[in-house]
């Protein structure tokens, strides 16, 4: 049993469950996963659309629920956008920031992560800042630079609120919803670690805080206890395989096993 060490089991549901199947998705996790080991943290990112929904299913567990995208200002005319602040009265702890799908495919700045960080801090929740490189940044040698530049516009001079965790996910955008058995789309557990290694470096350099390095990149049931049993790696943020019940749940029980 690891005593002091923290294990972070973060689940993005992404866009693939609507109101009603991520509702059921909670409730079964609620039913069956609710009672980890002391230094376990699971937390589940629905849609915005049903995160009080599934806020409300959790509430009484120890399973945390997070945003999977904030806007930085608290209130206003900004269509179609939720604050950091409006996600936390309704029962989120936690905010993904800077994921790739949002930094490739809505063309989010390293700017907007910055102030998206500082909107979670604010109110309160604990900002997972999703960094990586991608398949063309890997090939030009250009990982380390990318993973510094994402880092320091992110952390640079920030003060951290008092009390919340400093989480990175490190999420290899070539890795990120790609089968273990696609040619050049698995990073191993030692590479993802030597990565970690790098991440944590930087960021205790920039804020004088030891953080906590989740892998994300197409983490299944079979490759779970391979990055959990990798030094620098404190955590997973896992998608596609975390929207099933069933590989979820096979998931917690290897990670479970793993921590024992
Ligand atoms: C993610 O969305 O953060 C992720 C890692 O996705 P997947 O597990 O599907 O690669």
């Known amino acids: ?9 973060f689940a993005n549901w992404k866009m693939y469950l609507g109101l ?18 002391n230094g376990i943290t699971m937390a589940v990112f629905p849609s915005t659309l049903a995160l009080a929904s599934v806020a409300a299913e959790l509430k009484s567990t120890t399973i945390k629920v997070g945003a999977q995208n904030v806007y930085w200002v608290p209130e206003g005319g900004y269509t ?15 905010a993904l920031i800077g994921h790739s799908e949002r930094r490739h495919q809505c063309h989010e700045t390293n700017h907007e992560v ?8 604010t109110a ?14 890997r090939e030009a040698g250009s990982t380390a630079e990318v993973i510094e530049t994402q880092l320091r516009s992110a952390l640079g001079a ?11 996910a490190y999420e290899p955008v070539w ?3 790609r089968g273990v058995n696609k040619p050049g789309g698995h990073c191993s557990a030692v590479e993802a670690g030597k990565m970690h290694a790098v991440v944590e470096k930087i960021a205790r350099e920039l804020t004088g805080i030891a ?3 989740l892998y994300g990149g197409s983490v299944r049931p079979e490759t779970i206890a391979e990055y959990l049993a990798t030094p620098h790696i404190a955590g997973v943020l896992v998608g596609a395989a975390a929207t099933k019940f069933s590989s979820w749940s096979e998931i917690t029980a290897a990670a479970v096993e793993a921590w024992r």
Do not use: H
């Open 1 to 9: 049993m690891n005593e002091t060490k923290k294990l972070y089991l």
């Open 20 to 37: 009603e199947a991520s509702y059921v998705l909670a409730k079964n996790i609620k039913e069956e996963l609710a009672n980890l080991n």
């Open 80 to 94: 179609g956008e939720v604050s950091a602040e409006m996600f936390a009265a309704t029962g989120a702890e936690y």
């Open 114 to 121: 910055r102030q998206k960080i500082e909107a979670a801090l």
């Open 124 to 137: 309160g929740l604990t900002p997972v800042i999703c960094i990586g490189e991608t398949a063309s940044e």
């Open 158 to 168: 920030l003060a951290w609120r008092d009390g919340l965790p400093l989480l990175i």
């Open 175 to 177: 890795a990120i919803s």
């Open 211 to 213: 953080p906590a390095v």
